[in-house]
């Protein structure tokens, strides 16, 4: 399968604590996205890379987001000190042209 | 601020009944609208680019078209595996290559 992949697709985790996400892009795309999705909700923008660099962050990516993409092609997604504010889930997209093709999704859940 | 309006939020249609989405926009310069399908607990999947006002796209039952104001998704004699959540979103000109802006979408049952 040569889709977008997500690591891990579900993580349950205790208030205050870090996460990690992962997200392989399509290999070919130099543009990968991060949107956060919650229930009964359309995905909300969070930030946007252009091969390494990171061309646009939205407000809602508070200072305990942080995004990587450190060599253009896997990018990471950390949230540091968790809140259940943060529980949805998290999707990343990559895309050469016009469409954004999108990946599972990592469900965070945070008790 | 680029907004989206999806209606209606729920539509539950008998297989082989005919019908529509209605996507409303609001975009300074639109660059592109596009439709996407999402299963429960999976990531949207892309179905339609429209670039221009009087612009169609067809796949199997579906057909979307596009005016200055809003995005139509017509769905042609469905079947329940159609049964999804349709979304709409747009891109601006000003942030070429970055952001869509998404509705809430509009959640599809189709009985058999």
């Known amino acids: 399968d040569t889709g977008v992949s997500q690591d891990p697709r579900h993580k349950i985790t205790k208030r205050g604590q870090n996460v990690t996400f992962r997200c392989d892009p399509i290999s070919e795309h130099n543009r990968l996205y991060w949107y956060r999705q919650t229930l009964g909700q359309g995905p909300e923008f969070l930030t946007y890379?252009?091969?390494?660099?990171?061309?646009?962050k939205s407000r809602l990516l508070s200072d305990r987001f942080s995004a990587e993409r450190p060599k253009g092609s896997f990018s990471t997604l950390e949230i540091q000190r968790t809140e259940q504010g943060d529980s949805a889930m998290y999707l990343c997209?990559?895309?050469?042209?016009?469409?954004?093709?999108f990946g599972p999704g990592t469900r965070l859940t945070v008790l | 601020e680029d907004q989206v309006t999806q209606s209606p939020e729920a539509l539950r249609l008998q297989e082989g009944e005919s019908s529509s989405l209605n996507c409303s926009y609001t975009?300074?310069?639109?660059?592109?609208l596009f439709w996407y399908r999402q299963d429960p607990g999976k990531g949207p999947e892309f179905l339609f680019t429209l670039y221009s006002a009087g612009e169609e796209k067809e796949k199997e039952r579906l057909k979307a078209t596009l005016t200055k104001k809003e995005s139509f998704l017509h769905i042609t004699a469905p079947k329940p595996e159609d049964s999804a959540t349709y979304l709409c979103?747009?891109?601006?000109?000003?942030?070429?290559?970055?952001?869509?802006?998404f509705g809430e979408g509009t959640q599809l049952t189709v009985n058999p």
């Open positions: 997209a990559s895309s050469f042209a016009m469409a954004q093709y």
């Open positions: 979103a747009v891109q601006a000109r000003r942030t070429s290559g970055s952001r869509l802006t």
């Open positions: 975009v300074s310069g639109l660059r592109g």
């Open positions: 890379f252009q091969n390494e660099a990171q061309l646009e």
